[in-house]
């Protein structure tokens, strides 16, 4: 057996009627022996643990589930304890029953490749029936608070065609929105009034003239007051710096005119830039 060079190349195989030599033999992962390519099988050279790790399954037809047959367990006995605990008769009906396409007259059976949902009614339907015109879709459902549009208006058509009928709870729901409307309506003229008095002070104070005190910058309506805010308020504060040494400059506001009397930059506002202070 084998070649001066490869001695143990090739095996005869197992079987006592074949015994052929095979250079590429087979070995059997149950009896561990080796064979020829015609009995590497189980069946073939009669393998008595070939059926150790095999699997049988046969399908119930009471409830059409699939009930493993053990191989060191007689069959009967194995179907005795399926019947006696897993049998469930309901479910052959949910196993066997293929779903259909709920369009009338159509016979199509939904699988997983023909299979469409639609996205306004969520139903499943066939590839011929996919379309909402084809299956006859009813479209997209209603947003919440389009019915609570609807069932407002409703409601407000029979309160108009039945006042007499009027419970209590819709007389307070129509105080509650008559005093909601007043409040409201409060408001607005309130609101409106502060934006007419705001407007007639700004249109006030555009057309009429404003001055301001080159030192603080306080408003005044007229010239005289200016000159006596100047004289009662600065005239103080100069003779104080005076008194410690120090000397105040005014600036005029329009030229840049140092003054160091404010009575006389009221002078040079008045006499120069006629009469009034902006810049």
Not at 156 to 182: G, M, V, Y
Not at 194 to 199: A, V
Not at 253 to 274: A, M, T, Y
């Amino acid at each position: 057996m084998g070649t001066p060079e490869f001695p143990d190349l090739g095996k005869h195989c197992s079987v006592d009627v074949c015994k052929q030599i095979d250079f590429l033999p087979f070995t059997c992962d149950r009896c561990l022996e080796v064979f020829c390519l015609d009995h590497r099988s189980y069946m073939k050279h009669s393998c008595p643990k070939g059926d150790r790790e095999d699997v049988t399954v046969v399908i119930c037809p009471l409830c059409a589930k699939g009930v493993r047959l053990n191989p060191n367990e007689d069959p009967n006995i194995t179907w005795e304890k399926h019947v006696n605990t897993d049998c469930d008769p309901s479910n052959y009906e949910k196993a066997t029953k293929k779903k259909k396409c709920p369009v009338p007259r159509c016979k199509e059976q939904l699988t997983f490749s023909n299979t469409i949902k639609c996205r306004d009614c969520n139903i499943d339907h066939c590839l011929k029936h996919r379309f909402g015109p084809d299956h006859t879709c009813p479209g997209p459902r209603k947003l919440p608070f389009m019915g609570f549009l609807s069932s407002s208006s409703s409601r407000k058509e029979a309160k108009t065609t039945r006042p007499n009928k009027a419970s209590a709870s819709t007389s307070s729901s129509s105080s509650r929105w008559s005093n909601l409307l007043s409040s409201a309506e409060a408001g607005i003229s309130r609101l409106g009034n502060d934006i007419s008095q705001k407007l007639q002070f700004s249109s006030s104070s555009d057309d009429g003239i404003v001055e301001l005190c080159p030192q603080c910058g306080a408003k005044f309506s007229s010239v005289t007051t200016l000159v006596d805010h100047v004289e009662k308020t600065h005239e103080r504060n100069k003779k104080q710096n005076q008194n410690h040494g120090k000397v105040t400059v005014d600036v005029c506001p329009k030229c840049s005119r140092g003054f160091r009397d404010p009575v006389d930059l009221v002078n040079h506002i008045e006499r120069d830039h006629r009469g009034t202070s902006k810049a």
